[in-house]
């Protein structure tokens, strides 16, 4: 097969990524990982990621499921939902910052509390033990019981037995036995690597970077499982780039074909995560300003990438006023003219409406 250009990388990584949408466990696996964002504008991340792929899907329909399913929510590289088996290989983890005597008691304390009475909300635990107050990650304050349960959660010694509103309940986690360290490095390696290629070099040193917050434990081997993934991934030179993707996979194959349609993608969705291939598929920066003050905003506060077949044309901050959708769209050159492009981005929009219960 000749050497992919960067078209054909960039409607593979459409392709693959927005496969024909399918059950919400076979969704889920194919994805690897999902990340999760609490943010509600006008639905979280990992509901606006899920819409594309799960037939039928509903908003909030992974929070109403999550008990019945094999997955957990944990840290791999980012925050989000990984097949249970996956959960399994960054465990037993052992943080960057041990606890202090202190909290390693408060902690056993807790977790024989937990064990009592099978799932527990923060409130609970609050409440039995008044812990007092922390400084939280953005300067404030959070109730010492809450972060501990959250290091608690990040150690595996508890899981998210499932969240009533955002707030999640917890339940005793059973500790999981030792993995190979290389074997298991590589697994979780290969696996972000599917969930994110086709990935420029540059990418693939980030993702084993990211992947350490995943496994801490690991972090002074990333070096050597870099080495062998190069080795092992199949990989294309672009432009003077070199691009790694899984090794069964072949970007220029003719099965890559991008339906003529509208999607508005999460944030985070895998076919715009990355930010700079983004700049390199479409020519144009794309930042999550959420956390920007709205006088530097330069596209709204949660805006969503505008995908019009092969090409990320704009983008669109939706909002539900009077349960109604009211959205605001945005382009980044001239705005596509063609009926085809009105009448899928009504179809979207539609979608949106029944993916929020909008009527």
């Known amino acids: 097969m000749p050497a992919p250009t960067l078209d054909d990388l960039r409607r593979y990584a459409i392709a693959r990524s927005l496969f024909a949408p399918t059950t919400l ?51 791999l590289v980012n925050y989000g939902y ?7 290989l960054m465990h037993p983890r052992e943080p960057r910052r041990p606890w202090d005597r202190k909290r390693r008691a408060q902690a056993n304390e807790v977790l024989a509390f937990v ?9 609970e635990v609050d409440t039995h ?35 009533e509103g955002t707030t999640r309940l917890y339940e005793v986690r059973e500790p999981t036995p030792a993995h190979d360290r290389d074997a298991a490095f590589d697994t979780l390696l290969d696996l972000v690597v599917g969930t994110y290629a086709p990935v420029p070099a540059a990418t693939l040193v980030q993702l084993a970077r990211f992947l350490c917050g995943g496994v801490p434990q690991w972090r002074e081997h990333k070096a ?32 890559h074909h991008v339906e003529e349609r ?23 920066a794309y930042r999550f300003e959420a956390y920007t003050p709205a006088k530097k905003r330069l596209r709204g506060h949660y805006a969503l990438p505008l995908l019009w077949h092969e090409q990320v044309v704009g983008w669109a901050n939706l909002a539900v006023e009077h349960g109604r959708l009211v959205p605001d769209v945005g382009f980044v050159g001239a705005r596509p003219r063609s009926a085809a492009f009105r009448s899928a981005l009504d179809d979207e929009l539609e979608r949106m409406r029944v993916f929020l219960g909008l009527g």
């Not at 404030?140 to 990040?154: K, P």
Request: charge should be positive; glycine fraction near 8%; avoid cysteine.
């Open 129 to 163: 033990f008044a812990h007092g107050k922390v400084k939280n990650w953005f300067g404030g304050t959070s109730n010492a019981s809450t972060e501990l349960l959250d290091g608690m959660h990040y150690r595996g010694l508890v899981r998210v037995a499932r969240r």
């Open 25 to 75: 466990p076979r969704a889920l696996a194919r994805l690897g990982f999902v990340q999760a964002d609490p943010l509600r504008a006008p639905a979280r991340a990992q509901d606006l990621t899920l819409r594309h792929r799960v037939e039928g899907y509903r908003a909030g329909d992974l929070d109403r499921r999550y008990p019945k399913l094999p997955i957990e929510e944990d840290f």
């Open 224 to 255: 050597e499982a870099l080495e062998r993934a190069r080795a092992r991934l199949a990989r294309a030179e672009v432009d003077g780039t070199t691009w790694y993707f899984p090794a069964n996979e072949r970007p220029g194959s003719a099965k």
């Open 262 to 284: 509208v999607w508005l993608l999460a944030p985070f969705d895998p076919v715009v995560w990355d930010r700079a291939r983004f700049e390199r598929f479409w020519g144009w």
């Open 82 to 88: 990984v097949h249970r088996d996956t959960q399994a």
């Open 115 to 123: 064990r009592e009475r099978g799932v527990v909300h923060p409130r």
